[in-house]
Antibody, heavy 120, light 110 residues
């Protein structure tokens, strides 16, 4: 059974130089390097936004244009864990962040979500 | 990449059928058969309901069906049930190798 478990709630202050958040996503129940991972987020009361994708096999990434330069996705294949870091946080980054297994451009299994709050 | 366009809300009585549209462009929906649909209940993670336009994952009720014509995809729900009340999102692969979501539709069972 495919299972994606994400790290816990984060609270960050905006505007601080270098303010960033890093969310983890540990996969189990399948061979981690067989499928990519996409990261998505959902601001309060808003719709889903795709942030980017990482190949768990090669490490290649594709990021949404609006987040280019502020987001980095990585993996640790030894622990079957994917990571997503967002830098230069603002209140607009307050959202629930999800990882999802990306199989032929469909998201067939999702993590439970990680709430990131950016507030002074 | 602009979001795909969905109606904000759709409603129906139990047992009725409803259809949710999802309109994009030739660079996303119209160009590929990689359209998927997700159901999201409040406070929960989304759940895959339809993939590659019209395929249902194992365990999803056959009351859910998908189709596509040109730049518009559709999700139909027949025999509407109280448990179908949720938010629904479409998603498509794009010519930039990215993915794009729809604006979301709230389904209300009257």
């Amino acid at each position: 059974q495919v299972h994606l478990v994400q790290s816990g709630t984060e609270v960050k202050k905006p505007g601080k130089t270098g303010a960033s958040v890093k969310v983890s996503c540990k996969a189990s129940g399948y061979t981690f390097t067989d499928y990519g991972i996409s990261w998505l987020r959902q601001a309060p009361g808003q719709g889903l936004e795709w942030m980017g994708w990482i190949s768990t096999y090669s490490g290649n990434t594709i990021y949404a244009q609006k987040l280019q330069g502020r987001v980095t996705m990585t993996t640790d294949t030894s622990t079957s864990t994917a990571y997503m870091e967002v830098r230069s946080l603002s209140s607009d980054d307050t959202a629930v962040y999800y990882c999802a297994r990306d199989v032929n451009y469909k998201f067939d299994s999702w993590g439970q979500g990680t709430l990131v709050t950016v507030s002074s | 990449q602009s979001a795909l366009t969905q109606p904000a809300s759709v409603s129906g009585s139990p047992g009725q059928s409803i259809t949710i549209s999802c309109t994009g462009t030739s660079s996303d929906i119209g160009g590929y058969n990689y359209v998927s649909w997700y159901q999201q209940h409040p406070g929960k993670a989304p759940k895959l309901m339809i993939y590659e336009v019209s395929n249902r994952p194992s365990g999803v009720s056959n009351r859910f069906s998908g189709s596509k014509s040109g730049n518009t995809a559709s999700l139909s729900i027949s025999g509407l049930q109280a448990e179908d009340e949720a938010d629904y999102y479409c998603s498509s692969y794009t010519s930039s190798s990215t993915r794009v979501f729809g604006t979301g539709t709230k389904v209300t069972v009257l």
